[in-house]
């Protein structure tokens, strides 16, 4: 394995652009092998996985317990795609042997031949193999076809050989309706809504007709921004928003009341600007008579950031624990896993003596708690900068979690002191001042008090940009 890296990383850019071209074709051929050959090793390792732990005494219904989320720990995948990723191997080597040699040809990628197995998850073995037969991807049936023509052409053909169970299926979606929320760049997010086609045709037709009368009546807001107004304000029932549901938004007192750059982290989101998150808080104005934001305070050890623990005799995580998991930990902690956190975990088991402290917790989600107490699974707290938990696969490897820095912190090393950040900027009641003058004579500190920097609050002064 080591080689064939080495080699990889010895390929350098050919003189021509054919050259190239070829070298990206070949390339993707190689990723698409690569897949195909993961997908092999992926149904082998289910094997003998189930052959140990039937050899162990596991009841033949939990056999296979834990085999996915090893399969993407190991691709670096969250352990919830586990699933998804050994179905999608077990399907290609079993029953769709075309679409198998498709993606090891390289005239399938990973992703198309993910399509082809979904779109024909809801047929028996018999029909699924019919359909695979029928469609032969590896004689270049869907060579050029998009996702969409992939789609379009296998769930014609899953429809050919068993329309009850296609139409079953699109019956029972139904009950799959959902609402997801995703973050977006730029301090936005995104809010899905999984829905029935008449429910999502209705809704956006409501929403539109909104935008298009408050237009006709003079507004000036884009129309899809009347639309996501709309929206937020018929669910939540007050403009702008709710107010009474707990957000948290994580952030310094320095970048709170002092101005400082120093980002923020908003819970379910991630990190976000110092200024967006001083202007949520502080811009939130009584609207109803009554303060809509409390602040609570966190305490975290200097130059490492890591919060001060919080310690209970208790058998299941008090409020104020659990609330504390949810600031420290932000998602699940399982390695490469970003879902909500459901579950507050005892790192070392109660049944273990595990003490209920936040050393010995962590949040996970549903899926990461269950497949953590199957057996062979063990973690453990390790030391570390920040909370680290060392997490150990029954085949013996080890993967480490350490939950994300709250804020950024000062060095050890640098002197304590009340006021954190100074910054200089030109006097703004300074007139045409001579860019050839020193800028120390014509600057002015904005610390907000007296500081080490030899300027003053508001006058003109040098300022070295010290901290203290």
Same mark, same amino acid.
């Given at each position: 394995?080591?080689?064939?890296?080495?080699?990889?990383?010895?390929?350098?850019?050919?003189?021509?652009?054919?050259?190239?071209?070829?070298?990206?074709?070949?390339?993707?051929?190689?990723?698409?092998?690569?897949?195909?050959?993961?997908?092999?090793?992926?149904?082998?390792?289910?094997?003998?996985?189930?052959?140990?732990?039937?050899?162990?005494?596991? %009841?033949?219904?939990?056999?296979?317990?834990?085999?996915?989320?090893?399969?993407?720990?190991?691709?670096?995948?969250?352990?919830?795609?586990?699933?998804?990723?050994?179905?999608?191997?077990?399907?290609?080597?079993?029953?769709?042997?075309?679409?198998?040699?498709?993606?090891?040809?390289?005239?399938?990628?990973?992703?198309?031949?993910?399509?082809?197995?979904?779109? =024909?998850?809801?047929?028996?073995?018999?029909?699924?193999?019919?359909?695979?037969?029928?469609?032969?991807?590896?004689?270049?049936?869907?060579?050029?076809?998009?996702?969409?023509?992939?789609?379009?052409?296998?769930?014609?053909?899953?429809?050919?050989?068993?329309?009850?169970?296609?139409?079953?299926?699109?019956?029972?979606?139904?009950?799959?309706?959902?609402?997801?929320?995703? *973050?977006?760049?730029?301090?936005?997010?995104?809010?899905?809504?999984?829905?029935?086609?008449?429910?999502?045709?209705?809704?956006?037709?409501?929403?539109?007709?909104?935008?298009?009368?408050?237009?006709?009546? &003079?507004?000036?807001?884009?129309?899809?921004?009347?639309?996501?107004?709309?929206?937020?304000?018929?669910?939540? &029932?007050?403009?702008?928003?709710?107010?009474?549901?707990?957000?948290?938004?994580?952030?310094?007192?320095?970048?709170?009341?002092?101005?400082?750059?120093? *980002?923020?982290?908003?819970?379910?989101?991630?990190?976000?600007?110092?200024?967006?998150?001083?202007?949520?808080?502080?811009?939130?104005?009584?609207? =109803?008579?009554?303060?809509?934001?409390?602040?609570?305070?966190?305490?975290?050890? %200097?130059?490492?950031?890591?919060?001060?623990?919080?310690?209970?005799?208790?058998?299941?995580?008090?409020?104020?624990?659990? @609330?504390?998991?949810?600031?420290?930990? +932000?998602?699940?902690?399982?390695?490469?896993? +970003?879902?909500?956190?459901?579950?507050?975990?005892?790192?070392?088991?109660?049944?273990?003596?595990?003490?209920?402290?936040?050393?010995?917790?962590?949040?996970?989600?549903?899926?990461?708690?269950? =497949?953590?107490?199957?057996?062979?699974?063990?973690?453990?707290?390790?030391?570390?900068?920040?909370?680290?938990?060392?997490?150990?696969?029954?085949?013996?490897?080890?993967?480490?979690? =350490?939950?994300?820095?709250?804020?950024?912190?000062?060095?050890?090393?640098?002197?304590?002191?009340?006021?954190?950040? !100074?910054? !200089?900027? %030109?006097?703004?009641?300074?007139?045409?001042?001579?860019?050839?003058?020193?800028?120390?004579?014509?600057?002015?500190?904005? !610390?907000?008090?007296?500081?080490? !920097? &030899?300027?003053? %609050?508001?006058?003109?002064?040098?300022?070295?940009?010290? @901290?203290?």
């Amino acid at each position: 394995m080591g080689d064939v890296v080495q080699t990889l990383a010895s390929v350098r850019p050919a003189s021509t652009g054919a050259g190239m071209i070829d070298q990206l074709r070949m390339l993707e051929d190689l990723k698409s092998l690569a897949a195909a050959k993961q997908a092999e090793i992926a149904v082998a390792f289910d094997a003998q996985q189930r052959r140990e732990q039937a050899a162990a005494g596991m %009841p033949a219904e939990e056999l296979g317990a834990g085999v996915a989320a090893q399969v993407a720990l190991a691709r670096r995948e969250p352990p919830a795609r586990g699933s998804r990723l050994l179905g999608l191997s077990k399907a290609l080597g079993t029953e769709m042997p075309h679409t198998l040699t498709a993606l090891q040809t390289g005239q399938l990628n990973e992703w198309r031949a993910t399509l082809v197995v979904k779109e =024909t998850a809801c047929l028996s073995a018999e029909d699924r193999c019919a359909v695979d037969e029928e469609i032969a991807a590896d004689t270049g049936s869907l060579a050029g076809c998009g996702d969409r023509a992939v789609i379009a052409a296998v769930r014609a053909a899953a429809y050919r050989r068993d329309p009850h169970s296609v139409t079953n299926r699109a019956a029972h979606a139904a009950n799959e309706r959902t609402v997801i929320l995703r *973050p977006a760049p730029d301090t936005m997010t995104r809010l899905t809504a999984l829905l029935p086609v008449a429910q999502g045709v209705a809704a956006y037709a409501a929403l539109t007709r909104h935008a298009d009368a408050r237009r006709s009546s &003079g507004d000036d807001r884009g129309k899809g921004a009347i639309m996501a107004d709309h929206l937020v304000e018929s669910v939540t &029932g007050t403009p702008g928003g709710a107010s009474s549901i707990e957000v948290r938004l994580v952030m310094t007192d320095r970048t709170l009341l002092q101005g400082d750059s120093e *980002p923020a982290r908003l819970a379910g989101y991630g990190i976000v600007p110092a200024a967006w998150a001083r202007k949520t808080v502080l811009d939130q104005g009584p609207e =109803t008579g009554e303060f809509t934001t409390w602040l609570r305070r966190l305490y975290t050890a %200097p130059g490492t950031g890591e919060l001060l623990a919080m310690d209970s005799k208790a058998r299941l995580f008090p409020a104020g624990l659990r @609330r504390f998991l949810q600031i420290r930990d +932000d998602t699940c902690r399982t390695p490469y896993c +970003d879902a909500p956190i459901r579950h507050h975990d005892h790192i070392t088991p109660w049944h273990q003596d595990g003490p209920t402290t936040s050393t010995n917790a962590q949040g996970l989600c549903e899926a990461c708690n269950h =497949t953590k107490e199957t057996a062979g699974w063990t973690a453990r707290p390790i030391p570390g900068p920040r909370h680290t938990v060392q997490l150990q696969t029954p085949t013996g490897h080890t993967y480490h979690s =350490t939950a994300p820095p709250t804020t950024r912190h000062r060095a050890r090393d640098q002197p304590m002191g009340r006021y954190v950040s !100074c910054r !200089c900027e %030109p006097h703004p009641t300074t007139p045409n001042r001579d860019p050839h003058e020193p800028t120390s004579q014509r600057y002015s500190c904005f !610390c907000k008090g007296p500081g080490t !920097c &030899g300027g003053s %609050p508001g006058k003109r002064g040098p300022c070295a940009g010290q @901290r203290r």
